[in-house]
């Protein structure tokens, strides 16, 4: 595929587009898109969101996991109009008032990161784990990350952050990032 900014250079006429609008992190982006253009590209490339990673554009690797009306999506595997009217919550939208979500301080303190390429992924992943089981056994954990992968295989440290977020986000009831 075409980058964005190469996509809307064409003069107008020549590409077929339609009008979305998509609210992220609580503020809504509306552009004219094509029909294939990737709603990860659409969240980097238009929105200029970069914390979403690619890393496989085929649903295998999970780093471009976003959640989507507060359920957890590759967003690699939806197109940007299939987005449209969607409430979407990114990394950059999981810190509040200028405090990193229990997911985040929990992945810095135990260190379930090693290069960070799938950190994001991971961090939007357990969040949806955790919204739907609040104290996950280890091997709930293992079970419910097993759509993302770690090329770094800092699988035991991840595992250690999420069980330590559970912890965090019951004492304080701060259940969720957009909630
Ligand atoms: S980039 Fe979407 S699953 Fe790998
Ligand atoms: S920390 Fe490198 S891919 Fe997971």
């Given at each position: 595929?075409?980058?964005?900014?190469?996509?809307?250079?064409?003069?107008?006429?020549?590409?077929?587009t339609q009008r979305v609008r998509i609210t992220i992190n609580g503020k809504l982006f509306e552009s004219d898109v094509e029909p294939r253009l990737?709603?990860?590209?659409?969240?980097?490339?238009?929105?200029?969101?970069?914390?979403?990673?690619?890393?496989?554009?085929?649903?295998?690797?999970?780093?471009?996991?976003?959640?989507?009306?507060?359920?957890?999506?590759?967003?690699?595997?939806?197109?940007?109009?299939?987005?449209?009217?969607?409430?979407?919550?990114?990394?950059?939208?999981?810190?509040?008032?200028?405090?990193?979500?229990?997911?985040?301080?929990?992945?810095?303190?135990?260190?379930?990161?090693?290069?960070?390429?799938?950190?994001?992924?991971?961090?939007?992943?357990?969040?949806?784990?955790?919204?739907?089981?609040?104290?996950?056994?280890?091997?709930e954990i293992r079970d419910g990350l097993t759509g993302n992968l770690c090329r770094c295989t800092g699988y035991q440290n991840i595992v250690k952050?999420?069980?330590?977020?559970?912890?965090?986000?019951?004492?304080?009831?701060?259940?969720?990032?957009?909630?």
């Amino acid at each position: 595929m075409l980058p964005v900014s190469l996509q809307t250079s064409f003069p107008k006429g020549m590409l077929m587009t339609q009008r979305v609008r998509i609210t992220i992190n609580g503020k809504l982006f509306e552009s004219d898109v094509e029909p294939r253009l990737l709603l990860t590209d659409f969240i980097r490339g238009v929105a200029g969101l970069t914390g979403t990673h690619v890393g496989c554009e085929t649903s295998i690797c999970g780093a471009c996991t976003i959640l989507a009306n507060g359920l957890a999506v590759k967003s690699c595997t939806m197109f940007a109009v299939q987005a449209d009217g969607s409430d979407l919550v990114t990394i950059e939208g999981m810190a509040k008032d200028g405090q990193l979500h229990p997911l985040q301080q929990s992945f810095w303190e135990e260190h379930g990161l090693q290069c960070g390429y799938c950190t994001t992924g991971m961090i939007m992943c357990a969040h949806q784990l955790l919204a739907r089981n609040a104290t996950p056994t280890e091997a709930e954990i293992r079970d419910g990350l097993t759509g993302n992968l770690c090329r770094c295989t800092g699988y035991q440290n991840i595992v250690k952050a999420v069980q330590s977020a559970s912890g965090k986000m019951r004492q304080t009831q701060n259940v969720a990032a957009g909630d």
